[in-house]
């Protein structure tokens, strides 16, 4: 059994709340040099890109100290660089803080922020941006909300201890309740299981339902509705599959308003377009704490912009109404 190699600390220091990119060069290949195997391994870059980095020392080894340009390829050597990044435009909501101790942080993301770096969306992420700003930097992510949800996610302070509250998630520990605004069916009984399998391919934006065993789980029932024909929806995924609400949202009928993907997929929108935010909102996290054993009910304070103020949400206004305590 192949033992697993625990690599070294990261000799450079994160940049924007970004750690350097780790390569550890093959056990076997027929590279004479590092740079060699960089050029090949980071062919979409080009080898002009790999050869300014090594000429500038931008790319160091566990020492910290710059790999030359014609060091000689050392098998299982490990190397740090930072990418270069494209700008972002900033994704202007604030992001809140709703408790914080020596093990956990949880915020209540707006929409349009990634959770994590992912794609274009590095350092205009939560993980990032909570980082810099509370000077954390082995802030961890225990979960992720979609870019375009809103509501409550939990960060881990500790690395070591990041593992246990990821089971939380997986383990079906955690209790989550999110809440939509979406079209009111009149005529169905409410609340409804919906059962289903959801696949999600990669490469294909939008996931989908097929027949066979279910593996996503959610309880939908409406909490209000009103004249317009709008609905407030109280959703509790019992699984976490890819877009599993918003999915079983479409399927009953009522797609969650905004929703660029479903039912169908809608063109790109610009960098910068911030308006008519999709409206799903993760609204409470309720657990056991792995780790100090406290009981934990967190509420984010957000009011999704559709039921709260309908004509400024479809005329393209804010993201959503600034937090005022619980709903």
Known sequence: MRRRVVPPPSPLPQRDGIDA???????????GTVREHLVERLSGAG?????????????????????????????????????????EVPVPFPLEVVYRDAHIVVVDKPHFLATTPRGSHVTETALARLRREL?????????????????????????????????????????????????????????????????????????????GEPN?????????????????YRLVPETGQTHQLRVHMTALGVPILGDPLY????????????????????RELEFTDPVTGREH?????????????YGRWAAGGPDVVEPSGPQ
């Not at 209790?175 to 009111?184: G, L, T």
């Not at 509705?225 to 407030?232: E, F, N, Q, T």
């Not at 009910?297 to 103020?309: H, I, K, P, V, Y």
Request: charged share 25%.
């Open 216 to 232: 996503a789980v959610s309880v939908v029932e409406p909490v209000e509705h009103r004249g317009d024909g709008l609905a407030r």
């Open 21 to 31: 990119v780790r390569v550890r060069l093959p056990g076997e290949g027929s590279w």
């Open 263 to 282: 039912p169908e997929v809608a063109p790109p929108v610009p960098p910068g377009d911030f308006r008519r935010p999709l409206q799903l909102l993760a």
């Open 297 to 309: 009910r967190l509420r984010s304070g957000r009011a999704l912009d559709a039921w709260a103020a």
């Open 135 to 211: 000077d954390l930097p082995a802030l961890g992510a225990a979960h992720r909300l979609d870019r375009l949800t809103a509501g409550l996610v939990l960060f881990t302070v500790r690395p070591e201890e990041r593992g246990a509250y990821q089971g939380l998630f997986r383990e079906r520990r955690m209790r989550k309740v999110y809440e939509a605004v979406a079209p009111y069916d009149a005529t169905r009984a409410w609340p409804v299981t919906v059962r289903s399998r959801i696949v999600k391919e990669r490469g294909r934006l939008a996931a989908y339902e097929v027949p």
């Open 47 to 87: 080898a002009g890109v790999v050869d300014g980095m090594l000429r500038d020392g931008r790319i160091v080894g566990a020492d910290g100290r710059a790999v030359a340009p014609d060091a000689p390829y050392v098998p299982g050597m490990f190397v740090w660089f930072h990418r270069e990044l494209p700008a």
